[in-house]
């Protein structure tokens, strides 16, 4: 009757291992460490960096604990703080020759002191968030009535091109707002451009309306165009925020959306705010130039003459010199889309970009005159200057579309699209609140909130052995497996750990023995009514398996619905409750079964159980089973 089978208990077994290896990251602590992350967009970190730091390290004689290398860094770990400074030392002289023009951001940084099997099967601990570990917190506002203005400036360019291109006559194309407005004389003219607009410009809707002896015609973008432009220029700003908060070596920055055009951005460790706003309103531009192939230009680039007059020297993402013309075709706000694709007839990846309406016709005259000439796309950085792409113009192309392909894997034409989408915000921002937490007071946070959780669960556990006796033991063990699955799931999440996570964790324990107060005494309630010891254990967790999972059903309603409309530091506490609920069904109910099983299951003659005081009416001594059950068994 209360027997699990092998196969339960090799599972109970299996998921108490796993608890217990992916939890022990979290009491390693942390060691100093040394980040190298790239200044630029278009130097990569892979594996080849991670040998030359290695390389680097050795040659300076500086003995490091591990290094590893992540999605965007390379980060070396030291045993003490003088070991960390000498490495940066050693690997700022290697990695940036040049100060004023950095490719490698080489950042001082602590990193979980875990060992090297628990990372190799990915095995990390929580993120501390800014609350705990201190650092820098900013809300951005974004225009988004800015970028709406901008799309609605690119389609008045784009119109006015496309109209002259189809012979269409008009009485001129202005901009209210958002809405554009062209002016035409006739109702014949009238028609031809309603056509023309709802052919190619399915994103407008247009009405009419009669204007002095002629018509007006009134284009505004539809409502489902708007949001979409409004979710790009937010996704795009949030992608160029991330690259350049590489620039400040913060291993885990934490950018969300919060609402329809506000930006959270969270720094911890960082406490130079100056230097972060600098970092966070830094500007990048586009620039597309003609690359100089005479034979003066292709000495300089192998260093055997000088520079031409009239051109300029810049490297590529291999590292090869490239010479270009200082004159300027286009620049970054000409370019209004860029997004990877294929070849359609190669099946090659390649890179698909969209220019306005002024853009479309410089470059149909630039590759009409240019065919079989290479062409440059440089990005601009603080001042400097990087190849992102010099592709050979095949043939003449206008229409505004224009598709760059040659040798790229699908990764680097994902990349590129990225760099030209990114290089500069798609709307302006403005930091609409900020504030900074220091260390210390992160540190007091953490001793605080580990305290409140410990003393708690030590509270609860001494109430639960004095009240339940052996069966408050079992539900003490099952308690601290729910807190060690719940450690688990939220480091093999990589979740941020942040004080209203604490708090719900503090929760959680709460919710889990309220599980097993239920167990305990549907227990009970079967001993009182005279059933044997075997059948009132089987009775309690079978009557209240339905009890529980009603009420932790409706919990995790609310917790789904703090996670859903919740923000900030509300999402924090949803999420480590919500995955508190499921680990606590978990434990107090299968895992505190198997050890009743375990214990009790193979007593055949079982008279009693050491569950506390069976209380019962008075006149019903003759169906005492367990009576005072503490007794041994």
């Not at 750990?497 to 009970?524: C, K, Q």
């Amino acid at each position: 009757m209360n027997r699990y089978p092998g196969w339960k208990y090799a599972i109970l077994v299996i998921v108490l291992l796993i608890g217990v290896v992916y939890t022990l990251p979290n009491f390693f602590g942390e060691a100093p460490a040394v980040q190298v992350s790239s200044a630029k967009a278009t130097i990569k970190v892979d594996a080849a960096l991670q040998r030359r730091v290695e390389e680097i390290l050795k040659s300076a004689d500086v003995t490091s604990d591990s290094v590893t290398l992540d999605s965007n860094s390379v980060r070396a770990r030291f045993d003490t703080p003088d070991n960390q400074l000498k490495a940066k030392d050693a690997l700022e002289k290697a990695l940036t020759p040049d100060p004023s023009d950095p490719p490698y951001i080489v950042a001082l940084n602590l990193v979980s002191r875990s060992p090297d099997w628990l990372t190799a099967i990915n095995a990390r601990p929580m993120y501390l968030g800014l609350d705990l570990r201190g650092g820098v917190h900013f809300m951005l506002q974004v225009d988004m009535q800015a970028a709406l203005t901008k799309k609605a400036e690119s389609y008045a360019g784009d119109l006015r091109t496309t109209l002259r291109d189809k012979n269409i006559r008009h009485g001129g194309i202005s901009r209210d707002g958002q809405a554009i407005d062209i002016r035409v004389r006739d109702e014949a003219t009238l028609t031809a451009a309603r056509n023309l607009v709802a052919d190619q410009f399915p994103d407008l809707v247009t009405t009419s309306n009669p204007d002095g002896e002629g018509f007006r015609l009134r284009a505004t973008i539809k409502p489902e165009a708007l949001r979409k432009v409004q979710e790009q220029a937010l996704k795009q700003n949030m992608v160029t925020l991330h690259n350049r908060i590489n620039e400040l070596g913060v291993a885990e920055p934490v950018i969300q959306q919060q609402g329809l055009d506000r930006i959270v951005v969270q720094l911890p460790g960082v406490q130079d705010t100056a230097k972060a706003k600098d970092i966070l309103g830094r500007t990048a531009t586009l620039e597309v130039r003609m690359v100089d192939e005479g034979t003066e230009a292709r000495a300089a680039e192998t260093g055997a003459g000088p520079v031409p007059f009239g051109d300029e020297k810049y490297l590529d993402r291999n590292g090869q010199a490239v010479i270009v013309k200082k004159q300027v075709i286009l620049t970054g706000e000409n370019l209004t889309d860029a997004q990877p694709g294929f070849d359609g007839q190669t099946q090659e990846p390649t890179v698909n970009l969209t220019l306005d309406a002024k853009g479309s016709r410089t470059f149909k005259d630039i590759t009409r005159e240019n065919i079989g000439k290479r062409m440059a796309i440089v990005l601009f950085e603080k001042g400097k200057g990087e190849v992102v792409t010099a592709p050979v113009i095949r043939s003449e192309i206008g229409g505004g579309r224009v598709q760059i392909s040659g040798r790229m894997t699908t990764q680097e034409a994902n990349d590129t699209a990225l760099l030209l989408r990114a290089g500069s915000l798609a709307a302006p921002m403005e930091i609409i609140e900020e504030y900074t937490i220091g260390p210390s007071l992160g540190a007091d946070n953490i001793d605080r909130g580990i305290h409140s959780v410990v003393w708690g669960m030590v509270a609860v556990a001494a109430f639960m052995c004095m009240y339940y006796m052996l069966f408050g033991v079992f539900s003490t063990i099952a308690l601290g497996m729910n807190v060690l699955l719940l450690l688990a799931v939220l480091s093999m999440l990589q979740a941020t750990l942040t004080l209203p996570g604490i708090a719900a964790m503090a929760l959680a324990l709460g919710v889990a023995i309220d599980s097993n107060v239920l167990i305990n005494e549907r227990i009970r309630e079967e001993l009182r009514a005279g059933s044997p010891p075997q059948a009132a254990i089987a009775a309690g967790y079978e009557r209240a398996w339905a009890t529980i999972l009603d009420s932790n059903v409706t919990t995790l309603i609310v917790g789904l619905a703090l996670l859903a409309f919740g923000t900030g530091p509300v999402r924090g506490f949803a999420v480590v409750h919500c995955i508190g609920i499921l680990t606590s069904m978990f434990s107090a109910v299968f895992f505190s079964r198997g050890l009743v099983n375990l214990w009790y299951g193979r007593k055949k003659k079982l008279k009693s159980l050491a569950i506390g005081q069976v209380w019962k009416p008075e006149g019903d001594e003759h169906r005492s089973v367990a009576g005072r059950s503490g007794s041994a068994d």
